[in-house]
């Protein structure tokens, strides 16, 4: 078993930046690919970012390139999300995953853990 658990959300005006971060624990957590979904009032969860084992791989949404930077800290077995310009549109509740490669974990049905969630919610 894995246990990821979000921090860093809140509420910040548009414009502004978060650095999300994810804290895991259990298994070896080095050996598992990472990554960030998210899910907007009324919508299905969709996949932000995602990160290999060894952090030389990174995969975006196409709505977060050059927006978002995903990384880890496998020390600290940690992963974090750096959101620069935050949109209204970014509002949701942000959630930590975790996969068995990176292919797996840039699919909904590919993760094998999920944290319970931090709300970012982007003021206009």
């Known amino acids: 078993q894995v246990q990821l658990v979000e921090s860093g959300g809140g509420l910040v005006q548009a414009g502004d930046s978060l650095r999300l971060s994810c804290a895991a624990s259990?298994?070896?957590?080095?050996?598992?690919?990472m990554g960030w979904f998210r899910q907007a009032p009324g919508k299905e969860r969709e996949f932000v970012a995602a990160?290999?084992?060894?952090?030389?791989?990174?995969e975006y949404a196409d709505s977060v390139k050059g927006q978002f930077t995903i990384s880890r800290d496998n020390a600290k077995n940690t992963v974090y999300l750096r959101m620069n310009n935050l949109k209204p549109e970014d509002t949701a509740v942000y959630y930590c995953?975790?996969?068995?490669?990176?292919?797996?974990?840039?699919?909904?049905?590919?993760?094998?853990?999920w944290g319970k969630g931090t709300l970012v919610t982007v003021s206009s």
């Open positions: 990160i290999a084992w060894n952090g030389e791989r990174t």
């Open positions: 995953a975790a996969g068995i490669n990176l292919v797996a974990t840039l699919r909904y049905d590919g993760v094998a853990y």
């Open positions: 259990g298994r070896t957590v080095s050996n598992y690919a």
